[in-house]
């Protein structure tokens, strides 16, 4: 009762800056970050695997954990948690589990920097990659893919309904 769904970026980091203050939590001079970026994590500290695993990926993940749009910090306080059990997440995912990363480069064959997702799932059973998204539906979309992505012969080959969409998207 009394929530309203929001309908732009600003009117979400509104809401996290209310959600800051209601808590004591001090933000940057523009209103854009926590000062302190483990008030934005629910156990208040990373594992050292996973503060490696954001080190090296390549979208400067660690630096932002504070941002109040941040997307990462989504993923980390959902699934940082199973770091210890990973294996509890195969029955959600109806795939054994052995193992959990966060910032996996996944290699696609193509020239550039490579997708680095968010988390991922692995094990015996078919992997699971989750790409988390946070305020990115409330503003106007920037990016595409690559022209690369639609120039290599058979990269598409059994999934022209992804190409399709892929294609809408640009």
């Given at each position: 009762p009394?929530?309203?769904?929001?309908?732009?970026?600003?009117a979400?980091?509104a809401?996290?800056?209310?959600?800051?203050?209601?808590?004591?939590?001090?933000?940057?001079?523009?209103?854009?970050?926590?000062?302190?970026?483990?008030?934005?994590?629910?156990?208040?500290?990373?594992?050292?695997?996973?503060?490696?695993?954001?080190?090296?990926g390549?979208?400067?993940?660690?630096?932002?954990?504070?941002?109040?749009?941040?997307?990462?910090?989504?993923?980390?306080?959902?699934?940082e948690?199973?770091?210890?059990?990973?294996?509890?997440?195969?029955?959600?995912?109806?795939?054994p589990v052995?193992?959990?990363?966060?910032?996996?480069?996944?290699?696609?064959?193509?020239?550039?920097?490579?997708?680095?997702?968010?988390?991922?799932?692995?094990?015996?059973?078919v992997?699971?990659?989750?790409?988390?998204?946070?305020?990115?539906?409330?503003?106007?979309?920037?990016?595409?893919?690559?022209?690369?992505?639609?120039?290599?012969?058979?990269?598409?080959?059994?999934?022209?309904?992804?190409?399709?969409?892929?294609?809408?998207?640009?």
């Amino acid at each position: 009762p009394g929530y309203a769904h929001p309908q732009d970026v600003a009117a979400v980091v509104a809401l996290q800056r209310e959600w800051a203050a209601r808590n004591g939590f001090a933000l940057n001079r523009e209103a854009t970050a926590l000062i302190d970026s483990a008030n934005a994590l629910f156990g208040g500290r990373l594992s050292e695997d996973t503060r490696n695993e954001l080190a090296a990926g390549a979208g400067g993940e660690l630096a932002r954990l504070g941002s109040l749009s941040s997307s990462s910090c989504l993923a980390l306080n959902v699934f940082e948690p199973w770091r210890p059990t990973p294996g509890r997440l195969g029955d959600l995912f109806e795939t054994p589990v052995d193992a959990l990363a966060f910032e996996v480069k996944q290699p696609t064959g193509l020239q550039g920097t490579p997708p680095h997702l968010d988390v991922v799932l692995s094990g015996a059973g078919v992997p699971v990659a989750i790409e988390s998204k946070f305020i990115e539906m409330y503003a106007q979309a920037t990016n595409s893919f690559s022209p690369a992505y639609f120039a290599r012969p058979g990269l598409w080959d059994d999934m022209e309904k992804c190409r399709e969409l892929a294609v809408t998207l640009q």
